[in-house]
């Protein structure tokens, strides 16, 4: 195999990334090689380009997202691959869909400022499945008395919903100002909607490339969302290392 030929070193990223099952970084295809025969980066990209070039036409695409590079199902299979798995994916509630709504647009936010936005107590359980799911972060706490924790996203949280970064989220400016309003007790649990709840069972976690569900979609029947939005993690502290537990 000659690396230095891009279509050949496609071939072998082809496997690479097959295998590996998950988003890899340039950096991190770099290191699978021997300091011999490592490409360049800019020899990977564009053996990138090529294998991207020759899945055109086929039942998976190369899709670049926050943590690197992955193949995965094109959209259009999902409903017949998604009866791969006879495991029901676990539902979603509507209050957990608007928690993370605002977490992803007003972040770095506080429970106490989501609450005030959503007119009812946010559940503890909806922040500690968010926290164990690793699609948000405890990033600070707000120099206000109780210092209380901000919430943002993670690159977890991106990758999930097959983005690149924060820019590729939806904009706001389309959808109307949150009018808070008090909900009976029972409402937090209430049912939600079922094309939204068909987008967000797309949305669970796989053990083999497929198509994630695009953030737009779970946001369709989420009206009465605030606008707000941040582009960028750059004031954000560096994210650990975590241990993906799904």
Not at 8 to 37: H, Y
Not at 40 to 57: D, H, I, M, P, T
Not at 176 to 199: N, S
Not at 229 to 234: A, I, M, Q, R, S
Request: glycine residues 4%.
């Amino acid at each position: 195999m000659n690396l230095s030929e891009p279509k050949d070193l496609a071939a072998l990223l082809e496997a690479l990334l097959l295998a590996s099952g998950k988003p890899m970084s340039i950096e991190r295809i770099s290191e699978l090689f021997e300091e011999a025969e490592r490409p360049s980066n800019a020899q990977l990209r564009k053996a990138l380009e090529v294998l991207e070039k020759s899945c055109k036409g086929r039942a998976f695409e190369l899709k670049e997202v926050a943590s690197g590079y992955r193949l995965q199902v094109r959209a259009r299979f999902s409903p017949w691959v998604g009866r791969l798995w006879e495991e029901r994916p676990q539902r979603y509630s509507r209050a957990l869909l608007e928690t993370l709504a605002l977490i992803a647009y007003r972040q770095p936010i506080t429970r106490g400022e989501i609450e005030d936005v959503r007119g009812v107590a946010v559940n503890s359980q909806i922040v500690k499945t968010l926290l164990e799911r690793e699609w948000i972060r405890v990033v600070g706490h707000r120099e206000v008395p109780g210092r209380p924790a901000m919430f943002a996203t993670t690159r977890q949280f991106l990758d999930h919903f097959n983005l690149k970064n924060l820019d590729e989220l939806p904009p706001l400016a389309v959808l109307r100002e949150m009018e808070p309003a008090p909900l009976a007790l029972d409402e937090e649990d209430a049912p939600v909607p079922d094309a939204l709840q068909a987008r967000a069972d797309l949305a669970a976690p796989m053990q083999t490339p497929d198509e994630k569900p695009s953030f737009r979609s779970l946001l369709q029947e989420l009206d009465n969302m605030e606008s707000g939005l941040k582009t960028d993690f750059d004031d954000l502290p560096d994210e650990p290392q975590t241990t993906n537990r799904e």
